[in-house]
């Protein structure tokens, strides 16, 4: 009986990590407000990126607020890329990061370690 426990608990297991690995899951997104001729969007670093999508307008010059309150030395670097950009993420602290949006075009974005994404749709 105990083999068949251990067998069961061991599939669902299984389960719960391809879920978590390889199932889709619903992305938070967000539109930059535009003020005068600025848009900006705040994206908290807690275990992840939260919105992990921002959506910013082509042309207007944008800012990327960075709040990382996790502890984890994965997340104390935000990297783009395409657009060059490795910035230092300091615990506790706000960290503006300028985007070019002079083209439109999707970027991506991850944790020093890639194990965490974000995206940035100019368009």
């Not at 807690?46 to 042309?59: A, F, I, N, T």
């Not at 996790?70 to 985007?99: N, R």
Request: hydrophobic share 45%; net charge neutral; charged share 20%.
């Amino acid at each position: 009986m105990t083999k068949i426990i251990i067998f069961l608990v061991g599939i669902v297991l299984i389960g719960f990590i391809a879920w978590w690995f390889f199932g889709k899951h619903q992305v938070q997104a967000e539109q930059a407000a535009v003020n005068r001729d600025h848009q900006s969007v705040d994206i908290e670093v807690k275990g992840g990126y939260s919105p992990e999508r921002v959506v910013l307008k082509k042309g207007v010059p944008a800012t990327l607020k960075f709040k990382r309150t996790d502890a984890s030395t994965c997340l104390d670097h935000v990297v783009f890329s395409d657009l060059g950009i490795d910035q230092k993420l300091p615990q506790g602290q706000v960290e503006e990061v300028k985007i070019d949006t002079s083209k439109s075009g999707v970027y991506d974005w991850a944790c020093s370690m890639n194990m965490f994404h974000g995206q940035v749709i100019v368009k």
